[in-house]
C-alpha cells in the first residue's frame, strides 16, 4: 500500500506528486553527490492545496510530505517515492516523524504567535529526514497579520523546506502568499470511490457505506464519520426533519432552538473528551499536586488555557451548526432535483418521504428561496451573529417559503 492510496478519485492530483516528489527525490540525492541540478524540476518550495471540504486536501499533503521523506531502496532502482512501508513513510503518516511538522487548529484562527515559532522552525535543516516539511491543514484561518508573517518565510525559504498550505478556494489565502506557491485543485471525489474506501479501509456494511457516501455527497470524513457513528447518524435523522416541523411560527422557534441545543451538545461532549486531559497535564507539568494548590505564578498559564478551550468550543458548536445547515442544503437541494425532473442521483433516499412531500407542496421557486435562506443563515454566523437569532430567522424564512 502506497502514500497515495488514500487519495480518493484524485489521479491527476496523484500524478502531479507524484512526479513532484520524484524530482524532490532526485534533487537531494544530487547535492549529497555534489552533482549538478537538472533543470525543469517539478518540486518547489511551497504548495497550496484547494478544493471543497471532504475533497482530501489535507489528506494529499500529508501523503506528498510522506514520500518527500521516503527512504525506500527502490528509489535507487527507478522506484518512486513514496512506498508506504520504510520508516520515512511509515512516521510522517502516523505524525511522528521528526521533521514533518502538521499544523491544525480547533479554534477560531491562527494568531501571529503560532504562526512566528512555525517560521522559526522551518529555518532549520532536516533533523533526521530528507526535508522539512512543514503541513498548515487550515491555512484559511490565518489572520492577516499571521498571513504576513508567514509570507516572509514563503518568499524566502530554507533550501530543504517545503511549505504545505490547504484551504477551501485561492480566495481563503491571501494573494502574496497563493502567488507564490505551485497551485493543486482537488475535486469532489465519486460517490463509488468513496464508499469502497469505507468498506475495504474501514470495514462498513456494503449498503450502509453507499448510503452514507450518498448522502455526504463525496466528503470522506463525513462519511466515514456518518457510517461509523450511531450519535452522528441521529442526529443527521433529526435536522432532516426540520423541513416538516415548521408549519407554525412555535414549530419555526422550536426546530432552531433544538439544531442550536445539539451544536452545543456536540461542543460540550467533545469539550469533555478533551478539556480534562489538557488541564490535567498542564496541571503535572506546573508541578500541582492532585487536590491540592497549584504553586505561585502558575494561574496565568492555566487561564490562557481555560481561554483557548472556550474558543475551541465556540468552534465546535459553529461547525457542528454548519454541519447541519449544510445537510438541510443538500434536502432542499434534493426537493429542487424532484421539482424540476432533474436525472441527478438523490442524495438524502433514505428519506424520500419526506423529499416527496415537500416538493409536491411547494414550488421550484420556494425551494430556492429556502436555500438561499440557510446560505444567508451561514452568511450571518461568519459574521458573528448570534447563532440562535441566525437560525430562528431561517427557520421562519423557511417556512415562509
Not at 424520500?352 to 420556494?366: F, K
Request: proline share 4%.
Amino acid at each position: 500500500m502506497t502514500v497515495w492510496d488514500d487519495l480518493v478519485g484524485q489521479d491527476r492530483v496523484r500524478g502531479q506528486l507524484a512526479a513532484a516528489a520524484k524530482d524532490a527525490d532526485a534533487l537531494v540525492t544530487a547535492v549529497s553527490d555534489g552533482k549538478p541540478l537538472e533543470q525543469g524540476s517539478k518540486m518547489t518550495h511551497a504548495w497550496l492545496f484547494t478544493g471543497p471540504p471532504g475533497s482530501g486536501r489535507s489528506t494529499a499533503a500529508r501523503a506528498f510530505a510522506a514520500a518527500l521523506q521516503c527512504t525506500s531502496p527502490d528509489r535507487a532502482l527507478g522506484g518512486q517515492p513514496g512506498c508506504g512501508f520504510c520508516d520515512g513513510c511509515h512516521t510522517s503518516l502516523i505524525g511522528t516523524h521528526t521533521d514533518v511538522q502538521v499544523i491544525r487548529t480547533d479554534l477560531l484562527s491562527i494568531g501571529v504567535k503560532e504562526t512566528r515559532d512555525l517560521v522559526r522552525r522551518a529555518q532549520l535543516s532536516p533533523a533526521v529526514g530528507r526535508w522539512q516539511v512543514i503541513v498548515m491543514e487550515d491555512a484559511d484561518r490565518l489572520t492577516e497579520g499571521a498571513g504576513n508573517v508567514l509570507l516572509k518565510a514563503v518568499e524566502e525559504p530554507a533550501p530543504r523546506t517545503v511549505w504545505m498550505l490547504c484551504a477551501p478556494s485561492l480566495e481563503d489565502v491571501l494573494p502574496t502568499i497563493r502567488s507564490r506557491c505551485r497551485h493543486l485543485t482537488l475535486g469532489t471525489p465519486p460517490v463509488e470511490a468513496v464508499a469502497d474506501v469505507l468498506i475495504r479501509r474501514d470495514g462498513v456494511d456494503p449498503e450502509r457505506a453507499h448510503s452514507a457516501a450518498r448522502a455526504t455527497q463525496g466528503h470522506i470524513g463525513r462519511a466515514r464519520r456518518l457510517a461509523t457513528d450511531e450519535r452522528a447518524r441521529a442526529r443527521r435523522a433529526a435536522v432532516l426533519k426540520v423541513p416538516l416541523r415548521i408549519a407554525d411560527v412555535g414549530g419555526c422557534l422550536k426546530a432552531a432552538q433544538e439544531l442550536i441545543d445539539t451544536a452545543t451538545e456536540d461542543a460540550k461532549q467533545m469539550a469533555e473528551e478533551v478539556d480534562v486531559k489538557e488541564t490535567e497535564d498542564l496541571k503535572a507539568a506546573l508541578g500541582g499536586v492532585a487536590g491540592g494548590r497549584m504553586p505561585r505564578g502558575t494561574a496565568g498559564a492555566m487561564k490562557e488555557l481555560e481561554d483557548k478551550q472556550k474558543r475551541r468550543k465556540t468552534r465546535t458548536q459553529r461547525d457542528s451548526l454548519d454541519l447541519a445547515l449544510t445537510e438541510l442544503t443538500g434536502f432542499y437541494r434534493d426537493v429542487l432535483a424532484l421539482q424540476l425532473g432533474s436525472r441527478i442521483a438523490i442524495a438524502n433516499v433514505d428519506v424520500q418521504d419526506s423529499l416527496d412531500r415537500i416538493a409536491e407542496s411547494s414550488t421550484p421557486a420556494q425551494t430556492l428561496r429556502r436555500i438561499e435562506a440557510v446560505i444567508a443563515c451561514r452568511q450571518a454566523m461568519d459574521r458573528n451573529v448570534a447563532p440562535l437569532l441566525a437560525v430562528e430567522a431561517m427557520t421562519m424564512s423557511l417556512r415562509a417559503g
